[in-house]
């Protein structure tokens, strides 16, 4: 299983933990922003196909800004996959 941090932009939460094995993602957690929503998105996920988790959440958006911690998200596992490639 590999562990990644994630330092977030444009959010309320400050950094996105999670891993990854066999192309599923696990123990996502995020630290700051909106408690309840956060835990519920790191529940939801858990086990979830990380294409399927991107497809979902990507482009998700939060009040006024272009982002939101469930589109970070997907950001973070892009970038984890793109690492795992390389």
Do not use: P, W
């Amino acid at each position: 299983m590999q562990h990644y941090s994630y330092t977030t932009q444009g959010v309320c939460s400050r950094q996105i933990d999670f891993d990854i094995e066999g192309g599923k993602i696990y123990n996502v957690s995020f630290l700051g922003g909106c408690n309840g929503n956060l835990k519920a998105i790191s529940k939801l996920v858990e086990g979830m196909d990380a294409d399927k988790v991107c497809d979902i959440l990507r482009g998700n958006t939060c009040g006024d800004n272009t982002t939101s911690c469930a589109d970070q998200l997907t950001c973070a596992i892009t970038e984890a996959i793109s690492k795992a490639n390389a």
